[in-house]
């Protein structure tokens, strides 16, 4: 955590657990940070997981970034905030990195009754690279190749909230060249393989009915993921009957730097679909 967050942690009465063990996978031991409001937390609490982005790739997004006000903010609404890693595109090839995610659901899950959690009030939030992960949560939960075998395989890995930022979602309409980042998420294939490659790695495909409420929200100046990214979406959610919204964010490109008004449609998504009236 950045120090100038230090006496904001103070400020709320959260408390911090960090680099909590959830799983082993390829040799990696997998990791979150989790927080919480003693005096605010709900019993059951719900639970919201963040997903950083970073292009998959990026190591420091890893753990050197993230809304750790707003994060506070839901803490002191009651949640339990739990902070995930996963392997990067250069230690582990997709899909390890929904299988490191999967395990996380999996893991707190396993651990609901002990820390008092809702284990059917768990949402995830995930920006950019983090989106697309987010996405394949909350579309495949009956992969069994997605499950990997990080651990606490009895349990289940559905999530049911899904909040996504300026995702991709057709990994094929998006990155057709070979040396892009989404193909460094899936090994460098040969170029004869690429495009079944993405199609693999792409939410979309997974769509489908009974999938949880969604709340999706994309710059309208981004310069990395196109807005038709996320209209995908919303529009194959509408033709399910899913629970769906939509913000297009007026001004603002990838990642929303401007104003509290994004921060409080994602308080009140998570209010609506988590909170125990």
Known sequence: ????????????????????????????????????????????????????????SDHELDRNYRPETELLKLADRGYFVACIDYRLSDEAPFPAQIQDCKCAIRFLRAHSEEWGLDPQRIGVWGESAGGHLVNLLGSTEEIEEFEGSGGWQEFSSAVNAVCTWYSPASMAHMAHEENSVAAALLGNPPKEKLMEKLEW???????????????????????????????????????????????????????????????????????KWLLVR
């Not at 400020?11 to 005096?39: H, R």
């Not at 399910?240 to 009140?268: A, C, M, N, T, W």
């Open 201 to 271: 790695a792409s939410p979309i495909n997974y769509f489908h009915r009974d999938m949880p409420p969604f709340l999706i929200m994309h710059g309208d100046e981004d310069p990395l993921v196109p807005v038709d990214q996320s209209r995908i979406i919303y529009q194959k959610l509408q033709e399910l009957g899913s629970p769906v919204e939509f913000h297009l964010i007026h001004g603002q490109g990838h990642g929303f730097f401007q104003g509290d008004e994004p921060y409080r449609i994602v308080r009140d998504f998570f209010d």
């Open 1 to 56: 955590m950045k120090e100038q967050f230090i006496e904001e942690y103070l400020s709320y009465g959260a408390s911090l657990k960090k680099n909590l063990v959830f799983g082993n996978a390829g040799g990696f031991a997998l990791k979150m940070d989790v927080i919480w409001c003693p005096e605010k937390k709900r019993d059951p609490a719900p639970v919201i997981v963040w997903i950083h982005g970073g292009a998959w």
